[in-house]
């Protein structure tokens, strides 16, 4: 046989045993002939050949019971069946024997007790789980899938910029969030990433491929190559990955809204890179075996050794992605101990031949890169459905493989003797502790310290003379207590009581004499004293002080002992917990050390759900989130809430682990010349430096024409308002050209005063007389003012005061604590500029812009003072003011105002239940405000507010909707569908972005909402819709959709905006504090 030959029988052998392993994953089938037949009439289509394994049980229902619980013996079988640890706990309920019956009870109890303890998940939680997955199940291959809405690109170049050398996001084409979780995890591992960059096609493909594997795997690899090099050196804060995504999808032979699983998609995407990097390997070997990088990063070895009918065997086998089982076990170790040794293992080391069966897994070289595949979906074969498990399992940072290894497998076998008899020690210390804490033969127990203690208490209380009955009044009332005169009630103890009933056939007779003498009732929470007679506890009739002393003496001596007793057990198991924890902490036991790479976690069900991956950054020493599009930095705390499971429906699926003594995986290269770090596009080959530079400059060239198109908008806009100014300049000149002959020279400056003369609120309104009533009221208020108290009647003098004393008013305001209610902001722009620190020039033109006003009185100290104002503003130079920062100030507060009007009308809306038309002001108030926030804690509104509010108006819709979708009727549940997909979902994003605890509570609460319905009968079109519509719902990634354009905002004077303000945000603050 040629080593090619050779080469070739292998990877078949390791492919038939990959697909074998997996097909025993996902039905739980352990019979390897009917596994084979599967494969074989399949011709190795894993989704037909469960379909096949599906179709067969189905047809067998009455199973015989003794197959079901069956395990394989075969050397290869590395699976047992979940129900085979269960055969030795059947019962025989067929029989009239009723402690048979009491037994089932009495083990199910345990098993269930058994199951929370170690899980937190309870069987009925389990079951709902269950039946929730099996109802996307059954409907799955009936459904007609559309596209899945995909977040659209923000239509901004700058948004889509990558920053500095953030690592770049995958965007997620159509529920290609696998894809992203598992390429993400690849390409940081640089060795890997230089692989596939520098990887050169066979030379005699560039003519012809010879068959059907280089006609789809060379495109794939070229496809990838472009793909890492964006990943590397792209100005884009993510990249569009659709073509390699499409390749594989057509290998898939699955709808392509169909969301991948995780393992099958890198079993097929490692498949199609070892034989790419095979058929190189071939073409440049020199007579020699040729190597496969691939096989040498992600392969591995063990070695099987076991008794098959009492035949010993020892044989090596090659594995890459390592599957676990989750079910069962706590944390990574005990997953790999339960998966090396198989059945009964006790023959295996004694040199008798015994008829058992069993086997062995001991590793004889473990790869670089370590993938350990978490069984998270099980095959339910009574429902013929998947289910997802959702337990709790945890895994370490550091993983030390040196037990597992075969050079190590006699000192590991001792000590997994040691362990043994250690758990066995626990086991028989746990039951005697139990004994002493759940002490008593009834169906309620109690610790026997406690119980103790209460006997002790008992015998101490003092002894009472009579029956706990015979001082009891039988005609007294209920309360037990005479009917003694008793004083009258207070009226705090009136409004307390509860109102009488009221009599059916009318209103009750004025009460008695008698009835008027109130039963006293003990509050326990407000009385600090029981009344006298009633004991504080149950006490002995009669008891000798002598018997006091003897009993007391042996309760107290029984009571230390016991609990003297219970430390020492306790202390015991505390050690040997510790003893079994640090069994393999010696340095002989640490000496391969696996250091954690990549998490990836699924959230959902077992059909429906996303995928995302955090992954360790060496060079920045935290853990980094890739999530689609969005890569953030994260934390250890994180990625434990996210991936131990038993937290939400989100847990780890696949753990990779790198091999800590090998930097080479993670190492960055260095340039032979200079020896400096390789960064960017320094990475690059030639052909692909150039392919990046092109779509770069693509970039940027998008960019430039964004800003120039800005640009250009900007200047039409600023034409736009000289051309309203002077027009309203010209109309003004031509209004007082009568009475001023020479107009001050304050108009030949539009862009400066023109705005504020127009507009003295800020808020375009059609007719600002009311704006320019409130403000001239106030100006002439303090003018009247200034000359009551000034001597001198100049007009310059009388100015002057006149602008103190409005501004002592308006200081007055700004320094007030007021309600909410009540906010001087927007009755006064002064109160809003001293309140945000404005510069002090700033301030004195506003002022004296509102003295200018030609809206004043006519009288003639009037307008001999607006002339003086006039004048002023003429002489102030430009480099007094600087008028962009003038304007920047105004326009803050026109924002101010807008922002005002956007939370009011949503607040108003919300109070009416008009939560569609609510939405969208709160979404965008909430946004605009905080955007004011960000430059100051007095340029917005209450964030905690609005937010509350946008919370509770999304939770509202969400309700409506999942009401409409229960109608069942077809235009109900088209219209609350539409509520989701075109109102909520585009909104959670929002929510999701700043991890805020309330935000991510609404999501889960709204998400948990909708999965309600999947174990829920329904008809076939709703399923379909329901099914389309949840991988929307649980998608996590935080980028925003486009909103629809801001809603029209009604207009208002500063009267109409203040009392309509006050009027709303009074009625906001009337609702109760934990109801916000």
Not at 44 to 56: C, I, Q, R, Y
Not at 356 to 372: A, C, D, I, N, Y
Not at 680 to 706: A, C, R, S, T
Not at 743 to 759: G, K, T
Request: charged letters at 25%.
């Amino acid at each position: 046989m040629t080593v090619e030959q050779n080469v070739l029988q292998q990877h078949s052998q390791k492919h038939q045993q990959t697909l074998l392993n997996q097909l025993r994953e996902v039905t739980g089938t352990t019979d390897v002939q009917l596994l084979q037949q599967a494969l074989q009439v399949s011709n190795g289509d894993l989704a037909e050949a469960v379909a096949f394994l599906t179709e067969k049980n189905a047809k067998v229902p009455q199973q015989d019971e003794t197959t079901y619980y069956q395990t394989s013996q075969v050397a290869s079988d590395r699976y047992i069946s979940v129900g085979s640890q269960a055969d030795t706990n059947v019962i025989d309920l067929t029989g009239d024997d009723k402690d048979d019956l009491q037994r089932a009870i009495a083990l199910s109890l345990e098993e269930s007790n058994r199951a929370f303890r170690e899980t937190g998940i309870t069987d009925e939680e389990q079951a709902i789980s269950r039946v929730l997955e099996a109802s996307i199940a059954e409907n799955k291959a009936s459904l007609k899938r559309t596209h899945t809405e995909v977040w659209s690109d923000s239509p901004n170049p700058h948004d889509r910029k990558r920053i500095d050398s953030c690592p770049v996001g995958l965007k997620n084409v159509g529920n290609t969030c696998w894809f992203s979780a598992v390429i993400q995890s690849l390409f940081n591992l640089l060795e890997f990433q230089r692989l596939v960059l520098n990887y050169s096609p066979p030379a005699r493909v560039h003519d012809l491929p010879r068959n059907q594997k280089e006609h789809r795997n060379l495109p794939f690899m070229q496809e990838l190559r472009n793909l890492f090099s964006f990943m590397v050196g792209s100005k884009r804060k993510y990249v569009d990955p659709s073509r390699a995504v499409e390749i594989l999808k057509d290998a898939f032979k699955a709808s392509e809204s169909q969301q991948q699983d995780v393992s099958e998609f890198t079993h097929k995407l490692l498949d199609w890179l070892e034989d790419a990097f095979q058929m190189k390997a071939e073409e440049d070997r020199e007579g020699e075996k040729p190597k496969n990088p691939m096989v040498e990063l992600f392969y591995g070895r063990f070695l099987a050794v076991g008794v098959l009918e009492g035949k010993k065997f020892e044989n090596t086998e090659m594995f890459g992605q390592y599957p676990l089982q989750v079910n069962g076990f706590k944390d990574l170790h005990e997953c790999l101990e339960a998966a090396m040794i198989e059945g009964e293992i006790e023959s295996l080391h004694s040199a008798e031949n015994s008829a058992r069966s069993g086997q062995e897994h001991w590793f004889t070289e473990l790869p670089p890169v370590l993938t350990f595949e978490l069984s998270r979906f099980e095959f339910n074969q009574a429902l013929g459905r998947p289910e997802k498990i959702h337990n709790k399992l945890e895994f370490p940072s550091m993983l030390y493989m040196d037990r597992y290894m075969d050079r190590n497998r006699e000192i590991t076998r001792i000590k997994r003797e040691e362990i043994r008899r250690l758990k066995e020690h626990l086991t028989l210390l746990q039951q005697r502790l139990e004994r002493y804490l759940s002490y008593g033969s009834g169906p309620k127990r109690f610790p026997l310290a406690d119980v103790l203690q209460y006997a002790m208490e008992f015998a101490s209380s003092k002894p009472v003379c009579t029956s706990p009955v015979e001082d009891i009044d039988s005609s007294a009332p209920p309360g037990g207590t005479t009917g003694q005169q008793l004083p009258p009630p207070s009226t705090a103890e009136q409004d307390s009581l509860p109102p009488l009933e009221s009599s059916a056939s009318g209103p009750s007779p004025a009460p008695t004499a008698a009835q008027q003498q109130r039963v006293p009732i003990h509050k326990p929470f407000t009385q600090s004293r029981l009344p006298p007679d009633l004991p504080m506890h149950p006490a002995p009739r009669h008891i000798t002080d002598e018997e006091l002393r003897v009993l007391e003496g042996c309760l107290h001596r029984w009571r230390s002992e016991v609990e003297n007793d219970t430390r020492d057990l306790q202390g015991s198991i505390t050690r040997i917990h510790r003893t079994i924890e640090l069994m393999y902490s010696d340095k002989s036991m640490m000496q391969v050390p696996y250091r954690l790479h990549a998490v990836l976690v699924h959230e959902g069900q077992a059909n429906a759900g996303h995928y995302w991956a955090y992954i360790y950054d060496p060079h920045q020493r935290c853990w980094m989130k890739y999530n689609d599009i969005s890569v953030t930095k994260s934390s250890w705390e994180e990625l434990v809430r996210d991936s131990f499971g038993g937290y939400r429906n989100a847990s780890a699926y696949c753990l990779m682990y790198i091999n800590d003594k090998k930097p080479f995986l993670i190492e960055e290269e260095f340039d032979k010349e200079t020896g400096q770090i390789l960064s960017g596009m320094d990475k690059l080959p030639p052909d692909l430096k150039q392919y990046v530079k092109e779509d770069n400059e693509l970039f940027d060239k998008e960019i430039q024409e964004w800003d120039a198109l800005q640009a250009r908008k900007a200047q039409q806009e600023k034409l736009a308002l000289a051309t309203a100014a002077a027009a309203a300049l010209a109309a003004s000149r031509t209004s007082t050209s009568s009475s001023s002959p020479q107009p001050m020279s304050i108009e030949s400056s539009p862009p400066d005063n023109a705005a504020p003369q127009q507009d003295p609120e800020y808020m375009e309104q059609p007719s600002p007389t009311n704006d320019s009533k409130h403000l001239q009221e106030d100006t002439e208020r303090a003018i009247s003012r200034a000359a009551a108290e000034q001597e001198e009647r100049s007009p310059e003098a009388l100015l002057n005061s006149a602008i103190k004393l409005e501004y002592a008013r308006l200081l007055r305001f700004a320094q007030e604590d007021t309600p909410p209610e009540n906010d001087y902001r927007l009755q006064h722009i002064i109160v809003y500029f001293i309140q945000n620190q404005a510069p002090k020039k700033i301030l004195e033109r506003t002022l004296l812009t509102q003295f200018a006003d030609r809206n004043l009185a006519f009288d003639e100290r009037c307008k001999s003072i607006m002339n003086v104002a006039r004048a002023k503003l003429d002489l102030i130079k430009p480099e007094e003011v600087n008028m962009d920062e003038y304007e920047m100030w105004h326009q803050a507060y026109r924002n101010f105002r807008e922002t005002t009007i956007f939370m009011m009308t949503g607040l108003e809306l919300f109070q009416k239940t008009n939560y569609v038309e609510a939405l969208m002001y709160l979404i965008y108030s909430y946004q605009y405000n905080k955007e004011l926030l960000l430059k100051g804690l007095y340029r917005g509104h209450n964030e905690e507010l609005l937010g509350h509010y946008r919370r509770e108006c999304l939770l509202k819709l969400n309700e409506q909707a999942a009401a409409m979708f229960e109608s069942g009727e077809e235009p109900e549940v088209t219209t609350g569908l539409g509520i989701m997909n075109e109102l909520v979902v585009p909104c959670i994003p929002l929510l999701l972005v700043h991890d805020a605890e309330r935000d991510l509570l609404a999501v889960e609460d709204m998400r948990n909402r909708w999965c309600s319905y999947l174990g829920q009968e329904m008809e076939s079109n709703l399923q379909e819709k329901l099914t389309d519509f949840l991988p929307k719902l649980l998608d996590c990634s935080t980028e925003i959709k486009s909103f629809h354009d801001p809603p029209k905002l009604p207009t208002y004077s500063t009267l109409e905006l203040c009392e309509r303000f006050g009027r709303i945000m009074a009625a906001v603050c009337r609702v109760p504090i934990e109801g916000r």
